[in-house]
């Protein structure tokens, strides 16, 4: 369906020469310095924020017709987050871009070092549909901070925002150095063709991997922010009134679970399971009322792929007889209401893919302390949660199991947090952004020595003599003492 | 499973148990390393010698004595760098800590190189013990002596069940990729860093790449020709010290203005004598080629009739002993293989230019290389190689010693490659940085739906930092 609106549009066509073009263009214009100032840069970020204030309005409504996303997730998720990160940026740049200095030992003495951070380049970065303004943003605001040129793909999943985005930010930001390309599977391929500094993608582990395999052939780095299932382990002693609310929040008030942090199924013990989907229940009632699939509070699926490959999730044999919560579908709409299912196998389908949407298996254990070596089996999550007010069970948590990130006694939150960095691990991805950490996936941090013409130690030139190597054993342990009596020529035994 | 792929799973086993984990295991290893060092000098350099021909100063200095101070260094700062950091967390999130918390990525994998064989192979393996992976190491066939000397001494001096060295050939290298890994550390050339990123798309391993490349010196017209002598002297140093020009970090060529080249070429003429004697035939303190093939191909980068017009010094080559001598050039063509490849042996091309300034449009039109030296006592020229150019790293009125430095990063980029390592950036290369938050269960309900004005208002006022407005709305008093 979509295809054929873009092939109906000539304007359009995207080919391999306009990728060439439009990369050597970037590379001039990157090569001038520009985009290396200070000034440019802060003027930049000045005019993204300006635009997401500016142009609100329109956000919303391109939302709407993505993904139905309710207004308010619309500002908190996408508009504000944007905002915020403009903010952090503008508020630490300076700092940042100011060289950092660096311990010269004794060895190179005299001798000054520091470490200069500098933009890598021309770079490409790859969204996503489901924070289609968001997840394009967040990084290029980060490439811009780091005196990038850079080139945004919006993915056409989420057409209204990607049109937008190709419209207003040319309107706000340098265009000669900051594109926008639209398109589908064969524009990004024509674009994965050209030679970039940095890719930074986010999205699927498939994609992922022709992403890095195209990375590979110029020797681009890469950053992969991908997803994987996110666990949320409920301890019985916790605050189940909270802890409710705050697993439905991040699950379905976050596009209805199609979120890459969205917890993906709960652990939690047998016997506190039933109280637990009781209070489930309750909490999306609250939330959305006796007929979710009405509500205005929800998004809808994002289109019939990925609508059918929810219900074909929900219709597997192994688990269609689990659901103990919703369950009712819409296909005119493209909705499925909020569905809890209990004790699904380990091996259906459910429970080996990224569910990516608003159904949320509960898997029972004897003891909560089994649920670490059930997450420790799968491959690494983007996030891991927990629920508990166990001191000692959240130590041991933190300890043992490894994901992205991990947020105790709250979901999804982590990432509203610029100063810690936010990224997968194994299966989740590589690399890490936001805040400052947006600024390093996009510089290159040169080493720089400062020194004289000054203090020679011979030692370090042949011809090699058993003095020689006594100076250098001395400096490299940094025995001052010895050195002292190696220099003297007073051997140590 | 083959019999690799059992050994590999064992290590994993290790990992997963959780023992590699402990601060003291960590710290025991590399103790283990420094022992090895400090028992096994002797025969490292013996290996040296036999792989490379390296006089056993030159071993010490460049491979034994580096690793050992990077292993101190490591220990000494292993507590602090394994306690991961608090951070800020703004009020929107409110009552809640924030902590990034270092992690072992579980098993890794590090590719070494022949021209340094220990310190390329222990270097990263210090930051993966640090980091607290279980490892295994592929020594380069090409030393072969160092390759089995590490294979026979790691598994004496460090824990088997968590290290492994596997020796062999590009077949072995190719057999390790098809595993899964949590990390691939790789040095060598960028042909062979193409072949392991694509391997690593299989499983979306990160990996680290420490290519070459031709890393430029630039010469400044010095007014001191004692200056100029120390800069011939550390020229020198810097193109054949390290293992004889094989070393990604040696000086490739030499950009010098037109009126101060012959001042440099005599200079460079005596020092060379000074340092390695006066009878190429007979040159000590230097080491060889490494193997027929890489002799063959320096030959013919100095065999092409324009380029070796154009040799001032040295030049002689002997195919029995794949001996070549110090030889430098003057202006050979650029676009001859010997200014377009790494030459990576003791060639050495001199370029000249009218303006020294004019050296950084000649390097910002080639690949990035990973290291560039400038000798120039001209402050406005320092800083423009910094800010107009791009490189691994940049360092004045030296070369090489860069290397030896913990606090700064040792990487390249682009073609050079990515990733860094030494010191504290070993331990975060080996390193995820896991974000933790942590919060209590005091509750505002303006975060949940049904969504209204009033909840909208709210979001609004915490988001544009305007607490006045907060508290109003918090006290009823705003709608």
């Not at chain 1, 209805?256 to 229940?281: H, R």
């Not at chain 1, 949320?360 to 004897?366: G, Q, R």
């Not at chain 2, 103790?31 to 100063?57: F, N, R, S, T, Y």
């Not at chain 2, 040696?250 to 005599?266: G, N, Q």
Request: aromatic share 8%.
């Amino acid at each position: 369906m979509k295809t054929t609106e873009l092939d109906q549009n000539p304007v359009r066509e995207f080919d391999a020469q306009a990728a060439s073009f439009l990369v050597r263009d970037l590379r001039r214009v990157y090569a001038s310095g520009k985009t290396r100032d200070y000034g440019w840069r802060v003027s930049q970020l000045r005019m993204v924020e300006k635009m997401a204030t500016d142009c609100e309005k329109e956000i919303y409504e391109a939302l709407r017709l993505d993904l139905n996303k309710p207004e308010i997730e619309s500002f908190v998720h996408e508009i504000s987050l944007t905002k915020a990160s403009c903010q952090t940026m503008l508020k630490e740049l300076k700092h940042w871009m100011a060289p950092q200095k660096a311990k010269a030992p004794l060895t190179v003495f005299p001798a000054s070092a520091e470490i200069v951070s500098e933009p890598l380049g021309v770079v490409l970065v790859i969204s996503t549909w489901n924070y289609p303004l968001l997840l394009s943003l967040d990084p290029v605001i980060g490439a811009i901070a780091a005196g990038n040129a850079v080139v945004l793909k919006p993915s056409e999943v989420a057409p209204a925002t990607s049109t937008l985005l190709a419209r207003i930010l040319p309107r706000y930001v340098d265009s000669s150095a900051v594109r926008v390309v639209e398109g589908s599977v064969s524009a990004t391929s024509l674009l994965l063709d050209q030679q970039w500094d940095k890719i930074f993608y986010t999205g699927n582990a498939t994609i992922g991997q022709i992403v890095m395999s195209a990375a590979a052939k110029h020797l681009t780095p890469v950053v992969l922010e991908l997803g994987g299932k996110s666990p949320v382990v409920v301890d019985p002693n916790t605050n189940l009134e909270v802890t409710v609310k705050r697993i439905a929040s991040g699950k379905w008030g976050c596009n209805n679970g199609q979120t890459c942090v969205s917890p993906d199924y709960i652990i939690t013990t047998k016997s506190f399971a039933p109280k637990l989907i009781e209070a489930l229940k309750q909490t999306l009632e609250n939330f959305y009322g006796n007929d979710p699939l009405n509500s205005k509070d929800l998004s809808r699926i994002v289109n019939l792929k990925h609508y059918n490959r929810l219900t074909r999730l929900l219709d597997d044999d192994k688990v269609c007889d689990k659901i103990v919560h919703g369950g009712q579908k819409d296909e005119k709409r493209l909705s499925i209401s909020p569905t809890i299912l209990l004790d699904v196998p380990l091996d259906s389908l459910i429970m080996k893919e990224e569910i990516f949407g608003p159904l949320l298996p509960i898997i029972t254990v004897d003891d909560i302390e089994e649920s670490f070596d059930l997450i420790s089996s799968r491959s690494k999550p983007l996030a891991a949660y927990l629920f508990t007010m166990n001191k000692k069970l959240e130590q041991e948590f933190i300890g043992t199991i490894s994901a992205g990130g991990m947020l105790i006694n709250d979901t999804a939150l982590h990432l509203t947090v610029h100063s810690l960095p936010f990224g997968g691990v194994g299966g989740s991805g590589m690399g890490n952004y936001h805040g400052k950490f947006s600024f390093d996936a996009f510089s290159h941090k040169k080493a720089v020595l400062h020194r004289g013409f000054a203090g020679d130690a011979s030692a370090r030139y042949p011809p090699f003599t058993p003095k020689k190597k006594a100076i250098l054993k001395a400096l490299v342990i940094g025995d001052l003492f010895g050195l002292i009596l190696a220099l003297l020529g007073w051997p140590r035994t | 499973m083959g019999e690799l792929q059992e050994r590999v799973a064992e290590l994993r086993e290790t990992f997963r148990s959780g023992k590699t984990k402990h601060a003291a295991w960590r710290k025991s290893q590399l103790q283990a390393i420094l022992k090895l060092l400090e028992e096994e000098d002797g025969e490292i350099c013996k290996a040296l010698e036999e792989d490379l021909g390296k006089h056993p100063v030159e071993s010490y200095r460049d491979e034994v004595g580096i690793l050992a101070k990077s292993v101190k260094h490591c220990l000494q700062n292993l507590d602090k760098w394994m306690a991961g950091k608090k951070v800020d967390v703004p009020l929107v999130a409110f009552p809640t800590t924030g902590q990034i918390v270092p992690e072992p990525l579980g098993v890794v994998l590090i590719f070494s190189s022949w021209n340094f064989p220990f310190g390329v192979a222990l270097e990263p393996l210090i930051g993966a013990i640090a980091a607290g992976n279980a490892v295994v190491l592929k020594p380069s066939e090409l030393a072969p002596a160092s390759s089995s000397l590490l294979s026979h001494l790691i598994p004496i001096y460090l824990d088997n069940k968590a290290m492994l060295v596997i020796e062999g050939g590009p077949e072995i290298g190719q057999e390790l990729l098809e595993s899964k890994w949590d990390k691939i550390f790789f040095t060598g050339s960028a042909r062979i860093g193409r072949i392991v990123m694509a391997a690593a798309v299989k499983h979306l391993t990160p990996v680290t790449l420490e290519l070459g490349g031709k890393c430029p010196a630039l010469l400044d017209t010095l007014d001191s020709l004692d200056d100029a002598k120390v800069a011939a002297k550390r020229i020198v140093g810097g193109k054949w010290g390290p293992c004889s020009g094989q070393a990604c970090i040696a000086i490739d060529y030499v950009i010098v203005e037109e009126k101060f080249v012959s001042t440099l070429v005599d200079f460079l003429r005596q020092t060379i004598k000074k340092f390695y004697g006066d009878n190429p035939k007979e040159l000590k303190h230097i080491a060889k080629i490494v193997n027929k093939k890489c002799y063959m191909r320096l030959k013919d980068l100095l065999h092409d009739p324009d380029v070796e017009a154009s040799i001032v010094h040295g030049g002689s080559v002997d195919d029995e002993k794949l001996f070549i001598e110090p030889t430098i050039l003057l202006n050979p063509p650029l676009d001859a293989n010997i200014m377009t490849e790494e030459i990576f042996g003791p060639l050495l091309p001199i370029i000249t230019v009218k303006n020294i300034q004019d050296s950084i449009v000649f390097i910002n039109s080639r690949p990035k290389p990973l290291a560039i030296y400038v000798f120039t006592k001209d402050e406005h020229f320092k800083d423009r190689v910094i800010k107009e150019t791009t490189s691994g790293s940049v360092t004045f009125n030296d070369a090489l010693v860069q290397f030896a430095l913990d606090t700064l990063p040792f990487g390249g980029v682009g073609e050079s490659g990515f990733g860094r390592y030494h010191g504290k950036f070993s331990f975060d290369t080996f390193s995820h940085e896991k974000a933790i938050l942590r919060r209590n269960f005091t509750e505002i309900n303006f975060r949940y739906p049904p969504w209204n004005d009033l909840k909208l208002q709210f979001i609004r006022a915490v988001y544009n930092f305007d607490y006045m407005r907060l508290i109003l709305l918090v006290l009823g008093l705003k709608r």
